[in-house]
């Protein structure tokens, strides 16, 4: 099933993207017609389209084809969810996990859409803290639920491979909201979302 509000990408839309890489590999200094980059416009807007695809899927309709009613009251944890996304200021990637945890109020959702979820916003030009609240306010909007935390660790290239070149470090944000604002509830979380349990 396809939750993409259109299915494919027009066809004029590919060729402009082909047409705006083409442009910077001439403005780079390339040679457009050397045999390893004679297709290279042609792949990279393929590539774009496709990390970029989150703007062609609507959350609420995935959210909302998996709602079941359940009397389950305790936290409902998925961590360690791996995320790839494309820093809005540079258009460098960044990438890591997604830790992600409700409280539920007579509904659950499939476990499988909350890393839909995470795709959704992650396919698109983010920066990492909006991303946070996306995920967040979406489960919150469509569960409404007793309380909604997330929590994501990412390593950033536009730190890691230009400007300040720090490889080894990563950032981490977090949301909460509901029963997760209260201490008690976050600490629990939080130790679990660092544990292995298996």
């Known amino acids: 099933m396809s939750y993409s509000k259109n299915e494919t990408y027009s066809v004029a839309t590919t060729q402009n993207i082909q047409e705006s890489i ?4 001439v403005n780079v200094g390339e040679n457009v017609e050397r045999e390893g980059i004679l297709k290279t416009p042609e792949r990279a807007a393929k590539a774009m389209q496709y990390l970029t695809q989150g703007y062609e899927m609507d959350a609420d309709q995935i959210m909302q084809s998996a709602l079941f ?8 944890i998925v961590k360690d969810i791996e995320l790839y ?3 809005e200021h540079h258009m460098l990637p960044f990438f890591g996990k997604a830790h992600i945890a409700y409280i539920p109020s007579g509904k659950i959702v499939g476990l499988s859409k909350i890393p839909r979820i995470v795709d959704v916003f992650a396919r698109r030009l983010q920066v990492q803290e909006r991303l946070t609240l996306e995920i967040l306010e979406c489960l919150q ?3 409404n639920p007793q309380g909604v935390a997330v929590v994501i660790e990412a ?3 536009c730190m890691m491979m230009r400007g300040i070149q720090k490889q080894n470090s990563s950032t981490t944000t977090s949301a909460f909201k509901g029963t997760f604002e209260q201490a008690e509830t976050r600490t629990e979380f939080l130790k679990l979302i660092s544990s ?3």
């Open 22 to 25: 083409k442009n910077i590999l």
């Open 69 to 76: 009613s359940e009397k389950y009251n305790e936290m409902v």
């Open 85 to 87: 996304s494309m820093c």
């Open 141 to 143: 909007k469509n569960l």
């Open 155 to 157: 390593r950033h290239m």
């Open 196 to 198: 292995k349990l298996y």
